[in-house]
């Protein structure tokens, strides 16, 4: 019997840490947003949400929300698949939160949508992006990695102290890469500065899981509640939001 070229090619590892960090991200980001309904639907005081603690997590389970899906993204078949998929969820997002008073026009989806299509599109064009996505990067100088961290530093500094906004169509593009984030009034904003950048750190550093070059407890660890919720974070993503204001909602009127 000849095996097929496909199945010849090793498969990466599944690294049950990964997925379980994942789901962590997701089970943190239910939390949020429940507490986010809760404020809403029952008239609780702002401060309960927005708060210095509460801001913390938010940004750093986003960062690493971001930098998984970056992550996964040398392991993909098809980037351009993922890509578009994203995108059509991130629409039905926006139609429905256009609906439900809360519009969300650029959230964490729409923004993975827009960072797998450019990487799909780094492989399409350029071929060498392709061949190196499954080498692994040690013994390389860190030239990428540490460019990728120092534009995502100064892009987080600038979209928070430089505010611009011009009177034509520029200024859609001003508001998309963060430069004039209250132009649109929005319920959930990611623009791609500096978040592009992190998306693409965490692609680098998949390059080491598609290559099999993760340390091995990576793949031992085990924490299946976690790993369960990692592996369908795009299905929770999407249903979380309208479940929780449904209940949130429907208890505030009992």
């Given at each position: 019997?000849?095996?097929s070229?496909?199945?010849?090619?090793?498969?990466?590892?599944k690294?049950g840490?990964?997925?379980?960090?994942?789901?962590l991200?997701?089970a943190?980001?239910?939390?949020y947003?429940a507490?986010y309904n809760?404020?809403?639907?029952?008239?609780?005081p702002y401060g309960?949400?927005?708060?210095?603690?509460?801001d913390a997590?938010?940004?750093v389970?986003?960062?690493?929300f971001?930098?998984?899906?970056?992550?996964?993204?040398p392991?993909?078949r098809?980037?351009l698949?993922r890509g578009v998929?994203c995108?059509?969820?991130a629409?039905?997002?926006?139609?429905?939160?256009?609906l439900?008073?809360?519009s969300v026009?650029?959230?964490?989806l729409?923004l993975?949508?827009v960072?797998?299509l450019?990487?799909?599109?780094?492989?399409?064009l350029?071929p060498?992006v392709r061949?190196?996505?499954k080498?692994?990067?040690q013994?390389?100088?860190?030239?990428?990695?540490?460019?990728?961290l120092?534009?995502m530093a100064?892009t987080?500094?600038?979209?928070e102290?430089?505010?611009?906004a011009?009177e034509?169509f520029l200024r859609?593009?001003?508001w998309?890469?963060?430069?004039?984030?209250?132009?649109?009034?929005?319920?959930?904003f990611f623009?791609l500065?500096?978040?592009v950048?992190?998306?693409?750190?965490?692609?680098w550093a998949?390059?080491y899981a598609a290559a099999d070059?993760?340390?091995?407890?990576?793949?031992?660890?085990?924490?299946p509640f976690?790993e369960?919720?990692g592996?369908?974070s795009l299905?929770i993503y999407?249903?979380?939001?309208p479940?929780l204001?449904?209940?949130?909602?429907?208890l505030a009127?009992?």
């Open positions: 019997m000849t095996l070229r496909e199945k010849l090619i090793k498969k990466p590892r690294y840490a990964i997925d379980a960090l994942r789901g991200c997701v943190v980001m239910i939390i947003h507490v809760a404020v809403i639907a029952f008239g609780l309960v949400y927005s708060n210095a603690p509460m997590v938010r940004w389970f986003a960062f690493a971001i930098f998984l899906a970056g992550f996964s993204s392991m993909s098809s980037n698949r998929k995108a059509l969820l629409l039905c997002i926006t139609a429905v939160t256009v439900a008073g809360q026009y650029f959230g964490a729409h993975l949508a960072c797998m450019i990487y799909a599109a780094l492989e399409a350029f060498a061949a190196r996505k080498r692994s990067p013994g390389e100088k860190p030239t990428a990695p540490a460019i990728l120092i534009l100064v987080a500094v600038l979209t102290q430089v505010s611009f011009p034509n859609w593009i001003s998309l890469f963060g430069f004039a984030p209250n132009m649109v009034k929005t319920a959930d623009p500065f500096p978040w950048f992190v998306f693409f750190f965490g692609a998949g390059r070059a993760l340390p091995e407890k990576l793949s031992a660890f085990r924490a976690f369960m919720l592996r369908r299905l999407i249903i979380h939001a479940a204001f449904g209940i949130m909602h429907a009127a009992i």
